[in-house]
């Protein structure tokens, strides 16, 4: 069969190419933004990507169209789909039709840490010899791809809450039917479908509703948003753990490092330890969670810790795409403030006093609304100095750079940012040398987009 897919360089519909040309079939796509690392898995795996959506894309007289969610009426190529009664899914139904059935499904939702929790989970399968398949909403470093099919019935999935596609605006999850669910936290983030907090909760009281009594939901304790959703209904198993050592009963974490590069979780009388790459109590809570839904499918903690331990972290999910003499170049996703504030928390505990600054693009949908206006310049206060990336004209942003004090910035443009960031850093390096102090600086590059590609050409103007 040849499947045609609108919005194929979005990290789910890129994946789900991936399994669809597995699965034996012709994989093609169309998109208009196209960047690494999604383009560069696509084109490897031999999928053609073409540019746009223009109507002659329907010259290719695929069997089915795979409508993405990002695609919207008024699009041309969907308008001639509509206007010629050509067959199209959305691409969770096209993956709960073809791909999850007489799957156990393993499902990761939250708002923050999904594809790190869903690639650690995935590894810790592969590393127990139960070669799962699964599909992620970016490219693990264990596999170096984002999706694949797998050899037994386990697959994992990253669970999104966004919705499915311009005619069916449940949230994807719904689709899933998951047996192991991880519900990591929940917080009010996409504001351009949801219009508040319980609009979300909704979603997945439903998702919840779908598993069965034998299923288990894994989650932390005490989050009030959480155990609103839960005390809507809950049918399966459920586990909660905490990092509060008072917690009887229940899984329980602590830090045997403050940088979260070590921690230890203790289930009745089973403790096991892991020591990894990784930094950031929100990594810790991300890693436990993952322990706790591999033992529900008969993983033994101790084998679930020593992969944890060879864990190698996943594509711009603070990678470091650059050691200079003085610099370190990181590039991480996030794009909340919830996550901006914990990423910064994890590298601060790590390099201690050595110098961060923080190059921010707020892109998302619910970032250019202004949603997170309150509490977006707190959220970045760890790093020395922040840079805001204002790329896209929000007359929200410079008002508030203004009001944040000093180590706040403003750019508009590519060379005005890189500047600003060579500035800084010359500063401190000469601040440095005349006072011998040690240590490399960090450049934290934060984006849910491709930033215009700022990574590449920083890093070829730092060296």
């Not at 047996?179 to 998702?207: K, S």
């Not at 810790?305 to 996943?314: D, T």
């Not at 504030?341 to 970032?367: C, D, H, W």
Request: with cysteine; glycine share 8%; proline share 4%.
């Amino acid at each position: 069969m040849h499947i045609h897919i609108l919005g194929i360089c979005g990290t789910f519909m890129g994946s789900l190419a991936i399994l669809a040309k597995e699965m034996g079939h012709r994989v093609t796509g169309c998109d208009q933004a196209v960047y690494p690392p999604m383009s560069t898995q696509l084109e490897e795996q031999g999928i053609e990507l073409i540019s746009g959506f223009d109507c002659e894309q329907l010259a290719l007289k695929p069997d089915l169209f795979v409508i993405g969610n990002a695609i919207s009426r008024g699009n041309p190529l969907l308008e001639e789909i509509l206007n010629q009664g050509l067959p199209y899914t959305s691409g969770p139904g096209m993956l709960a039709d073809t791909v999850l059935p007489d799957k156990w499904v393993l499902a990761v939702a939250g708002t923050h840490g999904k594809t790190t929790t869903t690639s650690m989970l995935a590894w810790i399968l592969e590393y127990a010899g139960m070669s799962p398949g699964f599909l992620i909403g970016g490219v693990p470093n264990n596999f170096n791809c984002s999706a694949r099919l797998g050899d037994t019935p386990f697959f994992v999935i990253e669970a999104d809450e966004y919705d499915s596609a311009f005619f069916d605006k449940r949230s994807k999850f719904v689709h899933y039917r998951p047996r192991t669910f991880i519900f990591n936290n929940l917080e009010y983030d996409h504001a351009d479908i949801f219009p508040d907090l319980a609009a979300i909760q909704t979603q997945f009281h439903h998702v919840i509703r779908t598993i069965p009594s034998n299923g288990r939901v894994i989650y932390p304790a005490n989050v009030a948003s959480i155990d609103q959703v839960l005390a809507q209904g809950l049918w399966s198993e459920n586990q909660s753990f905490s990092n509060e050592s008072e917690y009887a009963g229940q899984p329980t974490w602590n830090l045997l490092e403050q940088d979260g590069s070590s921690f230890e979780l203790k289930i009745s009388e089973h403790l096991a330890k892991v020591t990894w790459s990784q930094t950031g109590q929100h990594n810790v809570a991300n890693g436990v969670a993952a322990l706790l839904a591999a033992r529900h499918v008969g993983v033994e903690l101790e084998i679930g810790a020593q992969a944890l331990s060879e864990f190698q972290g996943v594509k711009r999910r603070m990678e470091l795409i650059a050691k200079l003499e003085h610099v370190q170049v990181y590039d991480d996703f996030a794009h909340h403030p919830t996550a901006i504030q914990t990423t910064l928390e994890g590298l601060r505990r790590k390099v201690g006093n050595e110098q961060i600054i923080a190059l921010i693009e707020p892109r998302s949908n619910t970032m250019k609304m202004g949603v997170h206006e309150a509490s977006l310049m707190a959220s970045a206060e760890l790093a020395d100095t922040v840079i805001w990336a204002d790329l896209s004209d929000m007359n929200w942003l410079a008002p508030l750079v203004e009001d944040a004090g000093p180590k706040h910035s403003l750019g508009c443009s590519l060379d005005a940012l890189i500047e600003t960031v060579k500035s800084k850093l010359s500063s401190k390096l000469s601040s440095k040398l005349s006072s011998k102090l040690s240590g490399p600086s960090h450049i934290v590059i934060m984006s849910n987009g491709g930033f215009a590609g700022i990574h590449e050409k920083l890093v070829a103007s730092l060296a």
